[in-house]
């Protein structure tokens, strides 16, 4: 499990200063960047040299509360399944212990020509 902490800025939200829904979808991406970072893998480097990317195919959502301006948030990222070519992570945005959003993401590994291929060595082992 990997722990991303962030703070909701003006640009973040509403006119209420309540997060903007599509905001929860930045959080979760920056925080999927630095669980990956973590585990030993260079994105810009497996790309560079392996010529694999990672795309969301799909994300499963649910909204529980608002987060709002000023609120600092822990993303949490949790591995829930792995294939050949796909991971699924469980994420949750939290507010303290109270949980504001979750979702289901699975992400594909992909070639320049946007073909799926299996998940790059490195980052297998590290799971």
């Known amino acids: 499990?990997?722990?991303?902490?962030?703070?909701?800025?003006?640009?973040?939200?509403?006119m209420a200063g309540i997060v903007y829904y599509a905001n929860y979808l930045k959080f979760i991406e920056r925080a999927r960047s630095e669980w990956v970072r973590s585990l030993g893998v260079d994105q810009r480097q497996l790309k560079d040299e392996a010529?694999?990317?990672?795309?969301?195919?799909?994300?499963?959502?649910?909204?529980l509360a608002p987060a709002r301006f000023e609120d600092e948030l822990t993303v949490t990222t949790a591995l829930h399944a792995v294939t050949p070519a796909?991971?699924?992570?469980?994420?949750?945005?939290?507010r303290a212990d109270a949980a504001l959003f979750q979702a289901?993401?699975?992400?594909?590994?992909?070639?320049?020509?946007?073909?799926?291929?299996?998940?790059?060595?490195?980052?297998?082992?590290?799971?």
């Open 86 to 94: 796909r991971l699924v992570l469980d994420q949750t945005v939290s």
């Open 51 to 63: 010529g694999v990317v990672f795309a969301v195919r799909r994300i499963e959502a649910d909204y």
């Open 104 to 127: 289901r993401v699975t992400l594909v590994a992909m070639d320049g020509r946007g073909a799926p291929v299996r998940l790059p060595a490195a980052l297998r082992a590290a799971l």
């Open 1 to 14: 499990m990997h722990q991303f902490h962030c703070r909701v800025y003006y640009e973040d939200t509403d």
